[in-house]
T-cell receptor
Framework: DAGITQSPRHKVTETGTPVTLRCHQT?????MYWYRQDPGHGLRLIHY???????DKGEVSDGYSVSRSKTEDFLLTLESATSSQTSVYFC?????????????FGEGSWLTVV | GESVGLHLPTLSVQEGDNSIINCAYS??????FIWYKQESGKGPQFIID?????DKRQGQRVTVLLNKTVKHLSLQIAATQPGDSAVYFCAEKNAGNMLTFGGGTRLMVKP
């Protein structure tokens, strides 16, 4: 258990509305990530953070913004949700293990844009 | 929650048999590899990892084999149990410190 909590776990929203997903961690990890998972595409990195106020884009960042004002919280915002953003969103943290820096995932947030 | 990866390759095994799940990775410069297990409606769960300076690493009932010559990774599960039924996927880390994930294989265990 990497101490990751995602909220909300399920959300249905209308096209054009803003949506914010929250990731909360309790173990002071420096690196945090947001991924989306879609059939046929696997897990793809949206944005990541390497510290408070330090964020960078991933592979599929268009239409998303992030903020990290505290170590424990990493927020993902869809400024104006579109149907193509219907997906499962996973927050993750990076933890140093025996072999390397392993990424551990939260339980996911299911987002449906109608 | 809904399942993802509805059109994944599927491996069907009998309970008690050994399972071998394969993964081809793309970047010869990748130096770290991870196997994940994902059950329906849940997040990916870390199973085992291996660095590129190793060929084999064993865990509890699982073994990961790395063949760098052909860029191939495999996960062996001994004495497969119904609780092993899930989607399994590999990930590789390159010099940029980012993980790239494979598409996954669905393991179905028949009782």
């Amino acid at each position: 258990d990497a101490g990751i909590t995602q909220s909300p776990r399920h959300k249905v929203t209308e096209t054009g509305t803003p949506v914010t997903l929250r990731c909360h961690q309790t173990e002071n990890h420096r690196y945090m990530y947001w991924y989306r998972q879609d059939p046929g595409h696997g897990l793809r990195l949206i944005h990541y953070s390497y510290g408070v106020k330090d964020t960078d884009k991933g592979e599929v960042s268009d239409g998303y913004s992030v903020s990290r004002s505290k170590t424990e919280d990493f927020l993902l915002t869809l400024e104006s949700a579109t149907s193509s953003q219907t997906s499962v969103y996973f927050c993750a943290i990076s933890m140093t293990g025996v072999s390397g820096n392993t990424i551990y995932f939260g339980e996911g947030s299911w987002l449906t844009v109608v | 929650g809904e399942s993802v990866g509805l059109h994944l390759p599927t491996l069907s095994v009998q309970e008690g048999d050994n399972s071998i799940i394969n993964c081809a990775y793309s970047n010869s410069a990748s130096d770290y590899f991870i196997w994940y297990k994902q059950e329906s409606g849940k997040g990916p769960q870390f199973i085992i990892d291996i660095r590129s300076n190793m060929d084999k690493r064993q865990g509890q009932r699982v073994t990961v084999l790395l063949n760098k010559t052909v860029k191939h990774l495999s996960l062996q599960i001994a004495a497969t149990q119904p609780g092993d039924s899930a989607v399994y996927f590999c990930a590789e880390k390159n010099a940029g410190n980012m993980l790239t994930f494979g598409g996954g294989t669905r393991l179905m265990v028949k009782p």
